[in-house]
């Protein structure tokens, strides 16, 4: 143990000088590991950050770009919808001028005249009527009135 105290500088207070220059350092080395471990905790929290902040924008530009591709789904949906609703509507005016060629006069009369044997009235067959400027023709339907309808009448007779 002697050889070890004679290696050591002499000191007046008998060693002490040595304990705390000790001391010092290893407070000097906790401190530092201390300034090290705030360091690595204020990078792991700003890297934390800088993944939740990353992972934010790549959420928002993810739903952009769905969207995107939902409106342009929709858009060829509503062009092809168009696209059948022209071809039905050139569809349906071929059949409405197929209809209407088929149901002309001289297709309805030959009909008449070749399937229910029919011909034209001659001026035998007509009866023609004169009637005078000041007659009146009424023409009346038999119906069922309920009593309101017949006293309204009734009432409507009277005025004119």
Same mark, same amino acid.
């Given at each position: 143990?002697?050889? @070890?105290?004679?290696?050591?500088?002499?000191?007046?207070? *008998?060693?002490? @000088?040595?304990?705390?220059?000790?001391?010092?350092?290893?407070?000097?080395?906790?401190?530092?590991?201390?300034?090290?471990? =705030? =360091?690595?905790?204020?990078?792991?929290?700003?890297?934390?950050? *800088?993944?939740?902040? *990353?992972?934010?924008?790549?959420f928002i530009v993810a739903s952009i770009i769905h969207g995107q591709v939902q409106l342009t789904e929709l858009n060829?949906?509503?062009?092809?919808?168009?696209?059948?609703?022209?071809?039905?509507?050139?569809?349906?005016? @071929?059949?409405?001028?197929?209809?209407?060629?088929?149901?002309s006069t001289s297709v309805v009369e030959d009909y008449a005249k070749n399937n229910l044997k029919m011909n034209k009235?001659?001026?035998?067959?007509?009866?023609?009527?004169?009637?005078?400027?000041?007659?009146?023709?009424?023409?009346?339907?038999?119906?069922?009135?309920?009593?309101?309808?017949?006293?309204?009448?009734?009432?409507?007779?009277?005025?004119?």
């Amino acid at each position: 143990m002697r050889a @070890q105290a004679d290696d050591r500088p002499a000191t007046e207070d *008998g060693g002490t @000088q040595q304990n705390k220059s000790r001391s010092e350092e290893r407070r000097a080395e906790s401190e530092a590991k201390i300034k090290r471990m =705030r =360091r690595r905790r204020s990078n792991i929290a700003r890297i934390a950050i *800088g993944v939740v902040f *990353g992972i934010a924008v790549a959420f928002i530009v993810a739903s952009i770009i769905h969207g995107q591709v939902q409106l342009t789904e929709l858009n060829q949906q509503i062009s092809d919808a168009k696209a059948q609703l022209a071809e039905q509507q050139s569809v349906y005016t @071929q059949l409405e001028m197929k209809v209407d060629s088929s149901i002309s006069t001289s297709v309805v009369e030959d009909y008449a005249k070749n399937n229910l044997k029919m011909n034209k009235a001659t001026n035998s067959q007509k009866e023609f009527i004169q009637l005078s400027d000041s007659d009146k023709a009424e023409v009346t339907l038999k119906k069922d009135k309920n009593i309101f309808e017949t006293i309204a009448e009734a009432v409507s007779s009277l005025w004119s």
